[in-house]
């Protein structure tokens, strides 16, 4: 009887500490295999790639830049090289590249894309996953962090560009450092009006031809035309509408908002990014208490385009310690 009873107490010890419905705490490795599909988040069907599965590694999920960019050059370039490693989770946001937009055109704000990362998170099946974003996607990434901590294993940061009033006169200044006499004439007359600092940042960009926004994003012109036919190649557009919502929603309180977090963090900047990168990536070093920033002397805006094999190494570092 004595026997009976301990076997009854075991059980019922143990049945108190499985919830009730959950068989096992979330894995830390993708269970899906390789290939594309499509996860409804929010109620939107989102474009996702797993690629390098059978590495059996934590998930490294690609935060695209835009806003409302894609994934297509990256997958191209550096991507193959980071599968080679680790399992990679390509997904691209609402209304950008394969994703479905959604019915509202105003609905993109940073709360929504940071609520559809975690539901991302939860569809995979994992417990934390490591954010690998670039551009505007190293600040959502660094924004998704901030609001769910315990869920990201590490950041990596590649020319995280907040666009503030501050990132749009380095903007400004890029432009200007690079344009000829006609661009400089016009930037100059453009700083001279009373207009807003927003209003003066897109004269600028609309004054400058595509030659000079590929002087701008890249140090070495062979890859800006690669860049550039990937583009093409692809057919996909950036429809505008999330980048408006960000404008007119935007804080420029990122720096602010990361202060204190703890999260294992790689900032990687180019240090002739004239989209703002450096500057940004140089305020958060300052105040990302478990950061580290590596500078690439051969980029501007796309290290991971501009020194490839560097940044896939870097990566395989940070996240694998080898």
Known sequence: MRYLYSLLLVAVLFSCTQPAGTSQAPESKVQAKDGEQFYTLNGIKHWVKIKGSENSTPPIVIVHGGPGGNNYNFERTVGPKI????????????????????????????QTLISDLEQLRDALGVEKMTLLGYS???ELALRYAIAHPERVEKLILSSPAELSKANMLVQIQGFYAIGDSTLKAGIEQILQDSTSIEDKYGKVWNLSSSN???????LNPELAQKNRQMWQESKLKNTGLMAKVYLKHNKADLVQQATGLKTPTLIISG?????????TG???????????????????????????DRFAADVKMFTQGK
């Open 83 to 110: 599968e080679a490693f680790a399992t990679v989770v390509y997904y691209e946001q609402r209304g950008s590249g394969r994703s479905e937009a959604p019915k509202d055109p105003d609905d993109y704000l940073l």
């Open 282 to 308: 140089l305020a958060l070093k300052q105040v990302l208490s478990n950061s580290m920033i590596k500078l690439y002397e051969n980029s501007a805006h796309f290290p991971d385009m501009e020194e490839e």
């Open 212 to 218: 000079v926004v590929d002087r701008f994003l890249f």
């Open 271 to 279: 240090v002739h990014d004239k989209n703002g990168g450096l500057h």
């Open 136 to 138: 505007f996607g190293a």
